[in-house]
């Protein structure tokens, strides 16, 4: 009765709007077989319709599900005519807690799923979703997006009548964590992985976010980089961090060649804050917003040299030079973001409370931006302030379990890359100031060191990493930062032909002003161009570069 009261309402659309109807070329049959999905018997469906698709004219079967105990899962499901026969976890982004769409794949005509990673942030904001929560830790840390997939299969096969012919991950930054973390424990899920800027030493790379806004909020902001020009308080410039990465350029920028506000290679660059800056150290007693006080020169070289403990133990790379200007809205406060950097009211501000220790110390304080605010420490629900976090804790044993839940840190691939034989694309911006791409480099090495001993050419068969100069966190920057993420490794997957290079472009208002080739580590790109064009923006091509 239901489903031919859905035949007889699609009819009575088809009469009043039938161009819509027609463009959709949905069918009376499509839009019931769509909602059959909500009798399969072994997965728990709890909505599936004909939904319109944002880009593109043909729309799809959208179905939506729980995993127990809480896991909220969807599916995006091409229209049977216009499936690829492919399928596509989609990955998520910083602590998640919704539900993420790829209408540009479905467009394509990949079947994609997504979840919620088990938690609603409508009502469990941040990593609030984890206080005294073990499950919904695990299904974070792993066992959401697995079993998301499995859902997804069952579903593609369910719909089309046969399992996709190829499967793929595609996510940045949780995401990318997400796309190490199958690989090592669930390679069979997928034939190809996209892993962008991946957060998979997340224990690490978040209490390194906690010490690096402890450092530049410590003694009442002395060491800001923003500056109060006016002397009322308010800290209203942000030129001094303009200042540090000019002075950074000039020291490097042409290093590979090519004056064009990019430093291609970071770990190559040999500036030194305690020497390159002090013919711009301001008069003792004074500040401003073109030189630098003790203060403020500790607190970028805090920055570059990243946290280590009282015992020398480095916990993560420090930020690469020619990232300073992404610094500001992570990191430092000023009268622009409300004192309030985004590492702070975003990510890492709660982080510590209830994702890093076995036992959660205690709730977030009322005003994540109140530094000298002091935590109270009775009742039923202690408090724990983000100031009070001990880099010390993080090679004493306090974390280590949920290290093991949320860390996809194994070099060991033996398993996805040469057993499965799936394939692997890494990518990350050097410019990243969230996620440090220096992190990702070590990695790389330690999984080419145990998975291939130690051959870059025989991981090359299976695993690339392409590094971004200039680019941000996924996206953004100075640098080329725009490409098709999945494109290169389907090639690769089904026709075998192995990315040697990227084409990425650079975008101002809309127009291409910069094209550059990403090759594959350790290469990089040199240009090649008419001699002595190597400044001009006119030669910035793909063809003006090759990759050595």
Aim: with cysteine.
């Amino acid at each position: 009765m239901l489903r031919l009261c859905s035949a007889l309402v699609f009819l009575l659309l088809l009469a009043i709007n039938p161009i819509q109807a027609m463009a959709q070329e949905v069918t009376p049959q499509q839009a019931q077989a769509c909602e059959a999905l909500q009798d399969i018997r072994n997965l728990t469906i709890t909505s599936a319709a004909i939904r319109a698709n944002s880009q593109s004219d043909a729309s799809y079967c959208y179905v939506r599900g729980i995993i127990s105990p809480a896991i909220h899962f969807h599916a995006q499901l091409p229209l049977p005519g216009s499936w690829n026969g492919r399928f596509l976890q989609w990955g998520d982004g910083g602590k998640d807690g919704d539900l993420d769409f790829a209408d540009h794949r479905v467009a394509e005509g990949y079947a994609v799923t997504n979840s919620n990673l088990g938690h609603d942030n409508g009502v469990e904001p941040g990593a609030s979703f984890a206080f005294n929560n073990r499950q919904a830790e695990i299904d974070f840390g792993y066992r959401a997006v697995h079993l998301t997939v499995m859902a997804g299969k069952v579903l593609v096969n369910q719909y089309y009548g046969q399992a996709p012919t190829y499967s793929y991950f595609e996510g940045c930054s949780q995401g990318g964590r997400q796309g190490l973390m199958e690989a090592q424990r669930y390679p069979g899920d997928f034939d190809g992985i996209v892993a962008g800027a991946p957060a998979f030493a997340y224990q690490a790379l978040n209490a390194a976010g906690t010490w690096n806004l402890q450092r530049i909020f410590r003694d009442n902001l002395v060491g800001n980089l923003a500056v109060d020009t006016s002397g009322d308080g308010k800290f209203d410039s942000l030129k001094l961090v303009d200042v540090l990465h000019e002075q950074v350029l000039g020291k490097c920028d042409a290093n590979d060649g090519i004056v064009d506000g990019v430093i291609d290679n970071p770990l190559a660059c040999d500036f030194d804050p305690s020497v390159d800056l002090n013919d711009l150290m301001c008069p003792a007693g004074s500040s401003s917003d073109q030189c630098f006080t003790s203060a403020q020169l500790q607190t970028v070289m805090d920055f570059y040299n990243g946290p280590v403990d009282d015992a020398g133990n480095p916990v993560y790379p420090g930020k690469a030079l020619g990232s300073e200007t992404q610094w500001a809205g992570y990191y430092i406060p000023f009268i622009g973001n409300n004192m309030g950097p985004s590492k702070l009211v975003g990510v890492a501000g709660d982080h510590m409370n209830y994702l890093f220790y076995e036992e959660d110390p205690g709730v977030t304080i009322p005003n994540l931006r109140d530094y000298q605010y002091k935590a109270r420490t009775d009742g039923v629900f202690p408090e724990f302030h983000w100031m009070d976090y001990d880099i010390n804790d993080f090679y004493s044993g306090k974390g280590d379990l949920m290290m093991s839940i949320t860390d996809a840190t194994d070099p060991d691939l033996s398993r996805f890359l040469k057993d499965h034989g799936g394939k692997l694309i890494v990518y990350h911006g050097w410019s990243d100031t969230l996620i440090v791409a220096e992190d990702t480099v070590d990695y790389f090495n330690d999984m080419v060191n145990t998975t291939f001993a130690g051959s870059l050419a025989a991981a090359g068969n299976n695993a690339r990493l392409f590094l971004a100069p200039g680019m941000g966190h996924c996206a953004g920057g100075p640098g080329a930062n725009t490409w098709d993420k999945l494109t290169p490794l389907v090639e690769w997957v089904e026709n075998g032909v192995a990315p040697a290079a990227l084409t990425a472009t650079h975008s101002s208002n809309g127009r291409v002003d910069n094209e550059r080739l990403l090759c594959a580590f350790p290469q990089q790109a040199v240009y090649s161009g008419p001699a002595g064009g190597q400044n001009d923006p006119g030669n910035w091509v793909a063809e003006n570069f090759q990759c050595r």
